[in-house]
């Protein structure tokens, strides 16, 4: 079921899996350890097994179809089971469950989150699941490749994959952090407070309403940003107020007066900040721009601790105004 006819596996069956297959993982190196000694008869005891979802399942007699599946919780054990294929025999048997679903079914996501309830699973993770975020993801994939980015919607979903540089991936929790300094001030928690930060853009963030192309620009900005601290092309001394200068940034080309998220307008917004982006001296010229508020507001105090202040993002606001 996990092989295609040249024998490799089918990464996409795995599509709705919280996570992607983690190599260096304790659990995985037991679980073929389990394989490869005389407990495999016992697998089927051990492991907790396979969950497969499917549009529609066919009994006739012994045999079953299975039509339009997907696996839901299992990635990490169908991994090992491929590839320590040959160490297989008849003795091990593979505890499955198979449900058949409507492929949009709310009930869906609910069993993805509780057969994934065995390990920790963050946040992010679950966040994974929805509707948004597949948006999101096909979003990032439709983008020339001048202006790609790669966009992680599950853990290590790029991990192996030629042609993808790791400062081009941009994972959930990183997504989070760059649209809600960008466009929902929360710069101050951006850097260290995760907790402040989920918390505060509870209800406000990764919405069904809202255009990916917020959330790419802000991506955007934070890679064209990165690269010129990379490049010593700015100071270092500006480092810890990354996420502030994304905010910056984004009043100084596009104006103080943002429209609703959710609007029309929003998207001619953000297409002006995407028109600077796509320019590197351009962009240069208006990230080196941003520093002049940042002096003003630290007044000569570049200390780290300031950055996560509420006062100083205040600070940062009277200068805009």
């Known amino acids: ?27 995985n190196r037991e679980i073929e350890a389990t394989i490869k000694s005389d407990e495999h008869k016992s697998f089927v005891l051990y492991n907790n097994g396979i969950t497969i979802v499917a549009e529609d399942i066919n009994v006739v007699g012994d045999k ?41 079914s709310r009930l869906k996501n609910n069993i993805i989150k509780a057969n994934n309830r065995q390990t920790p699973v963050k946040l992010e993770e679950l966040e994974a699941l929805t509707d948004f975020q597949k948006k999101l993801e096909e979003y990032y994939k439709s983008l020339p490749e001048d202006k790609q980015l ?10 192996g994959i030629q042609g993808v540089e790791k400062i081009r991936i941009v994972d959930i929790s990183s997504q989070m952090r760059c649209f809600a300094s960008m466009f929902l001030d929360q710069a101050h928690n951006a850097g260290r407070y995760r907790a402040n930060l989920q918390d505060e853009t509870r209800n406000k963030i990764f919405l069904s309403n809202h255009d990916p192309i917020g959330y790419y620009v802000s991506a955007y900005a934070k890679f064209r940003l990165d690269a010129l601290f990379r ?68 007044n000569g105090n570049y200390d780290r601790a300031s950055a996560k202040t509420v006062t100083f993002l205040r600070n940062i606001k009277d200068f805009l105004v």
Do not use: W
């Open 1 to 27: 079921m996990i092989i295609d006819e040249s024998g490799n596996i089918i990464k996409g069956l795995f599509y709705d899996n919280v996570r992607d297959f983690d190599v260096d993982n304790e659990v």
């Open 64 to 104: 079953m179809t299975v039509t339009d599946y997907q696996i839901v919780n299992g990635c990490q054990t169908s991994h090992v089971l491929y590839y320590n294929e040959k160490s297989i025999d008849d003795a091990l048997y593979i505890p499955i469950k198979i449900i058949a679903l409507a492929r949009d």
């Open 231 to 298: 490049k010593k092309q700015m100071d270092g001394k500006y480092s810890p107020f990354k996420y502030h200068m994304l905010n910056i940034f984004r009043i100084q080309v596009s104006g103080n007066d943002m429209p609703a998220i959710y609007s029309n307008k929003f998207i001619k917004y953000c297409e002006k900040i995407e028109e600077i982006l796509s320019d590197e001296n351009k962009s240069k010229e208006a990230f080196l721009k941003t520093t002049a508020i940042i002096d003003r507001a630290v």
């Open 150 to 159: 790669f966009y992680e919607r599950r853990p290590r979903q790029f991990n």
